[in-house]
């Protein structure tokens, strides 16, 4: 119906992507179906593979997908879709043991297209709204010292990060140092926007953070973001040969 856009009750092949589209957006956001971007390398192969679909649907062969046609084809695709899947699967790996969740944080950590990945980015949007008091989606270092608690506490629950009184000797050293991290970041943001971050800033950070401690548990990984750099290694200075001074 929200893809029926003259009301006639059929949907023409220019409409069929929309549909497509729209049917995906709740499997792919908790990342039980790829997206659009992670299936095809060009929007000829979309193009080319919806119009396959569209034709295997269409049995009428005239042009135009009825309700009963999608409705067939969409349930016998869902069912194919619900044989790969297990209980198990439908279980969050962020609560359920310590050993579940350091290979949660590892798979997060490896691709931006793992289903932990995809978990991962609704959790730290849930701390980002939790902390956005005012509602306009910008957070202040007061709200981006909540969100690190909030965020920290997914880690903290099977010791796998220290707490705050553990970390900072008080109250003022804790908001003394997150205010430098805060001014870092949001120092890459327009100028209108100094004293605050919006949502993109927080998961750049928090994610890379997220990479790092990643690397603790397994050293294989990089420590960085996929697809991001690692920084080169330090060089060590040259030694001073003995009995000679340092200038």
Not at 57 to 77: A, P, Q
Not at 196 to 205: G, R, V, Y
Request: aromatic content about 10%; hydrophobic content about 35%.
């Amino acid at each position: 119906m929200e893809c029926d856009l003259d009301f006639d009750g059929l949907i023409r092949e220019v409409d069929f992507d929309n549909l497509v589209e729209r049917a995906g957006a709740l499997p792919r956001k908790w990342g039980f179906a790829p997206t659009t971007l992670e299936m095809f390398k060009s929007e000829g192969e979309k193009v080319a593979f919806r119009q396959k679909i569209f034709k295997e649907i269409n049995k009428s062969d005239n042009g135009t997908i009825h309700f009963d046609e999608w409705l067939d084809w969409s349930y016998d695709h869902i069912c194919g879709k619900a044989k790969l899947l297990n209980d198990k699967d439908a279980q969050s790996k962020m609560e359920s043991s310590i050993e579940d969740f350091k290979k949660w944080v590892i798979a997060a950590s490896k691709s931006r297209t793992s289903p932990e990945y995809k978990e991962l980015y609704h959790f730290l949007h849930e701390c980002f709204m939790r902390a956005d008091d005012t509602q306009t989606g910008l957070v202040d270092a007061q709200g981006f010292d909540r969100m690190i608690e909030l965020a920290a506490s997914a880690p903290r629950r099977f010791g796998l990060a220290p707490s705050t009184k553990a970390t900072y000797k008080t109250d003022d050293d804790r908001i003394r140092e997150r205010q430098i991290i805060f001014d870092q970041i949001a120092g890459r943001n327009r100028r209108a926007f100094r004293d605050k971050i919006p949502f993109q800033s927080w998961l750049q950070w928090a994610y890379a953070h997220i990479c790092v401690k990643a690397k603790v548990l397994d050293p294989s990984l990089s420590g960085v973001p996929p697809g991001e750099t690692p920084p080169p290694a330090p060089t060590s200075a040259p030694a001073t040969p003995k009995g000679s001074k340092k200038k």
